[in-house]
């Protein structure tokens, strides 16, 4: 199942000093996929986990709640 749209991916990796193609490499994924993601795409709670343990950071900092209209 894929969610999480909004994200903070890419300042976190920026503020971590990964480029996207470093983090992409370090997540085995290609970096078109991981600019897909920064852009909005959604990922699987899998995916979420490893951005937050390859950040640093928490899964919340990464996807945070979108405020109910």
Same mark, same amino acid.
């Given at each position: %199942? #894929? $969610? %999480?749209?909004?994200?903070?991916?890419?300042? @976190?990796?920026?503020? +971590? *000093?990964?480029? &996207?193609?470093?983090? #992409?490499? /370090?997540?085995?994924? *290609? &970096?078109? $996929?991981?600019?897909?993601?920064?852009? *909005?795409?959604?990922?699987?709670?899998?995916? +979420? @986990? /490893?951005? +937050? &343990?390859?950040?640093?950071?928490?899964?919340?900092?990464?996807?945070? #709640?979108?405020? +109910?209209?």
């Amino acid at each position: %199942m #894929a $969610y %999480m749209s909004t994200n903070n991916i890419r300042t @976190h990796r920026e503020a +971590a *000093g990964l480029t &996207q193609a470093e983090l #992409a490499e /370090k997540l085995s994924c *290609g &970096q078109s $996929y991981l600019s897909r993601i920064e852009r *909005g795409a959604g990922v699987s709670l899998t995916t +979420a @986990h /490893k951005f +937050a &343990q390859l950040l640093n950071c928490s899964i919340e900092d990464l996807f945070p #709640a979108e405020d +109910a209209a």
